[in-house]
């Protein structure tokens, strides 16, 4: 079960979120049932590691239903996380639940919201619990502070990200601290440093990490080149902000990465003045395409 529950999480990063929802759901109902027939008792090491196993798969369940847009299923996921947090003493989990809950507000552009949920999610996870954990969300913290328009912010929880992942080993952590290699955790540089300022540097980092991506990764790709885009926007740069985004767009449809859309929608809103210019029509039409197609998605 520990194993399955690391697969699913390996999974998520390469696979469109509807492909792996059910499976997810069988193996969420298994372990249910297992813990069913067990009693209560504090001491059973064995029935501890499968509630952190029903939390740690709750959580991934909770981001991917609200990837497929059910937000009810997505809710009672990261209660049930909570629940399994609390049995198993094991705050590192509802940490995790908070940072996946961060991306919902922040791709429809409420980043204050967005941060409020990574500072409780911090709060939530003791310090040395789990470094790959601390490293993510202070990441998240310091792009959505970036974000802002807090400089000194981003900067500091920058700071504090990148000296727990200096001591992290994400592959040893937890099974949601897996995805943070180098080129996801540059990343989160890259929207941080292009957000205040630092676009060149930004673009820098983007190009060499999508430029060194495999194959399966290609939804970072579109994610990375949102980033971008908004950097462009911020400072002046209409045309490259559009091609930026026109290409992300394409990797975000390509790779069914639905959850990352609203930020696209964003993007749109703010380009939407200058249509008539040849990039940004293109874009937006391209966009209407792409919601087209996840309306119509049987996911």
């Not at 947090?85 to 552009?109: H, L, M, Q, T, V």
């Not at 003791?126 to 974000?147: K, V, Y």
């Amino acid at each position: 079960m520990e194993a399955r529950a690391a697969g699913f999480h390996r999974l998520e990063e390469m696979l469109p979120a509807h492909t792996i929802y059910k499976g997810l759901a069988a193996h969420l109902n298994e372990v249910g049932t297992i813990l069913n027939g067990t009693a209560t008792d504090p001491k059973d090491e064995l029935r501890r590691r499968l509630i952190v196993v029903a939390g740690e798969s709750s959580v991934l369940a909770g981001w991917i239903a609200t990837d497929l847009g059910n937000v009810s299923a997505a809710r009672n996921f990261y209660d049930t996380a909570e629940k399994a947090s609390k049995e198993a003493n094991d705050p590192a989990i509802i940490a995790c639940a908070f940072g996946y809950r961060s991306y919902i507000p922040s791709g429809k552009g409420n980043h204050g919201r967005a941060r409020s949920l990574l500072a409780t999610a911090l709060q939530h996870l003791p310090m040395d619990t789990s470094p790959g954990t601390t490293s993510w969300l202070a990441a998240r913290h310091a792009e959505e502070s970036a974000a802002l328009g807090e400089k000194e912010a981003a900067l500091q929880s920058w700071a504090d990200a990148n000296e727990a992942f200096n001591i992290a080993d994400p592959e040893e952590d937890r099974v949601w601290t897996r995805f943070l290699d180098r080129d996801r955790f540059d990343s989160f540089q890259i929207s941080t440093y292009a957000q205040i300022g630092r676009l060149d540097e930004a673009e820098q980092v983007a190009r060499a990490v999508i430029a060194r991506l495999p194959e399966v990764e290609r939804k970072r790709a579109g994610i990375i080149l949102g980033d971008i885009a908004t950097a462009h926007i911020v400072h002046g740069s209409v045309k490259e902000a559009a091609k930026a985004a026109r290409e992300g767009l394409a990797i975000i449809r390509e790779t069914e990465s639905g959850i990352w859309l609203p930020r696209f929608i964003v993007l749109a809103e703010s380009l939407r003045r200058w249509q008539t210019q040849p990039p940004v029509r293109a874009f937006l039409e391209e966009l209407a395409v792409t919601k087209r197609q996840f309306s119509a998605s049987p996911r």
